[in-house]
């Protein structure tokens, strides 16, 4: 079975400041991609970046960046230069597939506040 | 990127009738389509993958009698809740693949039941 973390319920920052979220999995197959989205208060799920076991460099779009360390299974969100508008529900998410199935496995998210 | 839209965003019923929920793919062709529920500050929960023109596979612990799920086209798929009751008060979001790497996400339905 695979199991993604996020050990951080709440994160705050201060705007313009970097922020990075964290994110571990576990996972026996060699053949992954793992997923960051946002979830703002309104509840849409929007895409951010993706990673997968194979890419050799870490993904990047923008201002979000995944710090993959396979050796660690952990892939963790770095937002830069953090807005207001940043302030939401980030969750990471692994793709799980098998012979019957592929889905998308999310960990419990983390909240995300941004402050003047 | 691809547009998911689900409909209706918000809806109240009373308890013991159902509701039907509408996930759309509007620039591109689904084949596989998920449901997910969501409870207050929590995570998002598969209930189950449809695939167009088969019978959706329903995660351990999902009543199919009562979350009917149908995936008639490779455009729509349609959750409906049978006999809702106050428990079932929820946000569903609905997302859908056509085939590649990345799930489309629709915008999310927050039902209460009364």
């Known amino acids: 079975a695979q199991k993604i973390t996020q050990t951080q319920p709440g994160m705050f920052v201060q705007e313009k400041e970097a922020v990075t979220l964290d994110c571990t999995y576990d996972?026996?197959?060699?053949?992954?991609?793992l997923f960051w989205y946002k979830q703002p208060s309104s509840g849409e799920m929007i895409f951010l970046i993706y990673q997968g076991s194979y890419d050799e460099q870490n993904a990047t779009e923008g201002r979000y960046s995944l710090n993959f360390q396979k050796a660690r299974k952990s892939a963790n969100l770095v937002i830069s230069a953090s807005q207001l508008g940043d302030s939401a529900m980030y969750f990471c998410a692994m793709r799980e597939r098998s012979y019957n199935t592929d889905k998308l496995i999310f960990g419990t998210g983390t909240r995300l506040q941004v402050f003047p | 990127g691809a547009v998911v839209s689900q409909h209706p965003s918000r809806v109240i019923c009373k308890s013991g009738t159902s509701v039907k929920i509408e996930c759309r793919s509007l620039d591109f062709q689904a084949t596989t389509m998920f449901w997910y529920r969501q409870f207050p500050k929590q995570s998002l929960m598969l209930m189950a993958t449809s695939n167009e023109g088969s019978k959706a596979t329903y995660e351990q612990g999902v009543e199919k009698d009562k979350f009917l799920i149908n995936h008639a086209s490779l455009t729509l798929s349609t959750l409906t809740v049978t006999s809702a009751h106050p428990e079932d008060s929820s946000f569903y979001i609905c997302?859908?693949?056509?085939?590649?790497?990345?799930?489309?996400f629709g915008q999310g339905t927050r039902l209460t039941v009364v």
């Open positions: 997302s859908a693949r056509d085939g590649g790497l990345e799930a489309f």
């Open positions: 996972t026996s197959d060699q053949s992954y991609g």
